[in-house]
């Protein structure tokens, strides 16, 4: 797929709707994907003539990640972008994994967000991005919603979180760099091998085309068939309910315990969703513990991520807090 200018403002403009002249975020890490995501935003954000600012994090994890920031913030501003830089707080540094860095990233962008009365974040990631996650959660044995990878919409905190490049590739994106003269910089990490995604990465690059075509016609198929195995779990659980507010959710208990476990945990994955009012849910693993502490006799109660899971008499009451 070519990406132009007039193409890219075509589909955000078909797929989104905005308030009148928007202030929208980027997320900036200075690599080739988010400088793509950046100027093309730019483009946008002057149709609409709206406001747009760049947010760069500085993660803390390497010497020069300050250096970097502030390198990017430089050349933003010889482009007339508008940048903030947003450091995290060295006690929130303590693994130096990915997942810790990710968190901090997202809550530190999120909260900018919400300070400064913008509803949409837009985040860079691409067509390659998701077939990597797709393999990685598919190694690690993730059930049907974790193979579906990476959301093209989302909510974080109360943000909404777009990827308008998912349907395009990393190429495509170094091209478009190439043809505008936009400058980035290459993160080390990407090329580290101790870490999961570079491995992958690297899995992918060696590859035969074969490989890929048939990698590429697994995940097409998976997101084909999700909308009808979506539907399946919402009709499931829309049978079971007994009772359901903004507070609470009652289902019968041995309706849920007589379905698979597949269904039983994409219903708790729904339940979780309503009452905290977002796309993320608690990890498969935690949620299937519950699954098999339903199973017992002596089941009471459950706190899974925040959600208090009751039995009373015959029913589960689904909660943010015990009522």
Excluded: W
């Amino acid at each position: 797929m070519k990406l132009t200018h007039k193409e890219f403002i075509k589909s955000i403009e078909k797929k989104y709707t905005f308030e009148k002249k928007p202030s929208v975020a980027v997320a900036v890490s200075g690599g080739p994907d988010s400088m793509s995501l950046l100027f093309l935003m730019n483009v946008f954000i002057k149709y609409k003539k709206g406001n747009l600012i760049a947010v760069i994090v500085d993660h803390r994890i390497r010497k020069n990640s300050k250096e970097e920031a502030k390198f990017i913030s430089a050349y933003l501003d010889k482009n007339n972008i508008n940048s903030q830089i947003l450091t995290v707080n060295k006690d929130n540094v303590s693994k130096k994994s990915m997942n810790e860095a990710r968190n901090n990233r997202y809550n530190l962008l999120t909260n900018f967000c919400i300070k400064n009365n913008i509803l949409h974040l837009f985040i860079a990631h691409h067509k390659d991005d998701n077939l990597e996650t797709f393999l990685n959660r598919k190694v690690a044995g993730s059930d049907f919603y974790g193979l579906k990878s990476i959301s093209e919409f989302s909510l974080y905190n109360n943000i909404c979180i777009i990827r308008p490049l998912l349907n395009f590739s990393k190429e495509t994106l170094l091209d478009y760099n190439k043809k505008n003269k936009i400058e980035y910089i290459n993160d080390p990490s990407n090329f580290n091998l101790d870490y999961t995604r570079p491995s992958i990465r690297n899995f992918l690059k060696k590859s035969d085309q074969k490989i890929i075509n048939e990698i590429n016609k697994d995940f097409e198929n998976l997101l084909f068939y999700s909308p009808y195995f979506i539907q399946m779990i919402f009709e499931v659980l829309l049978k079971n309910i007994v009772h359901v507010d903004s507070k609470q959710i009652v289902i019968s208990l041995n309706k849920i315990k007589n379905l698979n476990e597949i269904t039983s945990e994409n219903i708790i994955r729904k339940i979780y969703q309503f009452l905290f009012y977002q796309s993320n849910a608690p990890r498969s693993k935690k949620t299937r513990i519950l699954i098999s502490e339903l199973k017992k006799l002596n089941f009471n109660i459950f706190n899974l991520k925040g959600m208090i899971v009751k039995k009373n008499h015959d029913f589960l009451i689904f909660s943010r807090k015990s009522v």
